[in-house]
């Protein structure tokens, strides 16, 4: 099957992380975004597989890895 839609829009979530010192243990949000759905696969991001993160300002590049690691 071959994708028509070439854009998505998802949601940047919130997600409490405990960072923890030997004094000290807090939750800091972070930023999230989840990708998921059967387009991923559609489109060469196969489960079990790797991904290679490029990211500069304003942008964020997720391609699958040329080698399984």
């Not at 070439?6 to 930023?31: E, I």
């Not at 991001?45 to 080698?67: H, N």
Request: aromatic letters at 10%; hydrophobic letters at 45%.
């Amino acid at each position: 099957m071959i994708m028509s839609k070439q854009t998505r829009q998802l949601k940047v979530y919130s997600k409490a992380f405990l960072h923890a010192t030997l004094y000290h243990r807090r939750y800091v949000l972070v930023p999230q975004i989840i990708l998921q759905g059967q387009w991923l696969q559609e489109i060469g991001f196969l489960k079990g597989g790797t991904v290679d993160v490029a990211f500069e300002e304003g942008r964020i590049v997720v391609t699958p890895a040329a080698t399984p690691q």
